[in-house]
């Protein structure tokens, strides 16, 4: 099989050839720039003084190549988007060295001179005139969203149009760039190639509400704010999510119009429904927010196309996966097998016919950074036996591979995977 056709086969719940693996297909199953270079020096693909490119800033996730895809045999590709979280391109690389000696690439606007405090701050648009909206702490990782809200003054003030700012229309040039990227990507490689997802689409993504690539973000832009927004002012947030879906209906058509059938799967919703101990909403509040707009986009893409659609939630969530189901979501990612009720094998055997378990391969938060080679390889081989059985699984650590990895675990992950291809 190709690539293509091995996470084709597992999506359709049917068995591969051989494992089927992701690495940086999105920016929620991606890698870390200070892990990916270490993988790359491991693996011989650099020199330790040669850069890895930065592709998105917020996280510092690094840009998975070509080489390092044939290196560890990665089935998938991403369909870029031109710009970044925080609006401005991937472009005119320049150097960096990361605090912990790393050396990078970044995109010409990201600001790499630290503030009086030793903060790296980022501007929206790469825009100085604007305030800050985001900052990496000295020594820190990633960068955290600087809230930006101004006070609501009472309820009467918000407006739809103000918390759907970041949600725009496709341009014209920006359909056009997807539709020779998708062709390039069909044409000249056999990688399932993944899309990060649609403007308008991404109902409630915490990530988004800050407005880090807003100049000036208006309305509801404080996190604890949203958060008692879900069940304070549902009315509203109906209203917001209407629109959202509107907009995102539009551009699902119009990126279909663009690459048609050169993608095999899209990222629907990447809002975190779950804690480490619990959901965040009931299920009542799902089935009435959340829910009917889910269906109503996953519906359009799977009656319009051969796509199959994935939802990012982080956290304990089994008590929404029915709903999940139900509201058309083909791929359940990252499966956080560590939360609680979220048991390998009872998610298996209870949803394994519903959902293709996009995640769930090894423990990011315990286990990759702190366990021994041999409890990497032990949990890794379990939990491949666990839901490999009758497709429906791509193998992807629970969400992205973090900074401050031993290099040796992270072999031991790799070479493990490797066992079962």
Known sequence: MTPRERIITSLTHNTPDILPL????TMITSIHVSSLHKLKVAYGLIKPDEPVKVIDPFQMLGEVDDDLREVLGID???LQT????????????KPWTFFDGTPLLVPEKFNTEPDENGYILQWPQGDRSASPSAKMPRDGFYHDAIIRQKPILDDESLTVQDQVAEFPRYTEDELRYFAKEAE???????FAVVFGGVPGTNLGDIAFVPGPALIEPRGIR???????SLATRKDFLK?????????GLANLEAFHQAVGERIQVIVVSGADFGSQSCPFISPLLYRELFKPFHKKLNDWIHSHTSWKTFIHTCGSILDLLPEFREAGFDILNPVQISAAKMDPAGLKSSFGADFTFWGGGVNTQTTLPFGSQEQ????VRTLIETFSPGGGFVFAAVHNIQANIPVENLQALFETINEYR
């Open 76 to 78: 998938t590709v991403p």
């Open 82 to 93: 031109e710009t970044n979280f925080f609006g401005f391109k991937n472009e005119k690389w």
């Open 376 to 379: 990497v390889r032990k949990e």
């Open 22 to 25: 992701d690495l940086g297909s």
């Open 239 to 247: 209203e917001v999510f209407a629109r959202m879906a509107e907009i």
């Open 184 to 190: 390039r990507l069909d044409q000249s490689t056999d």
């Open 222 to 228: 404080d996190v604890e704010e949203w958060y008692i």
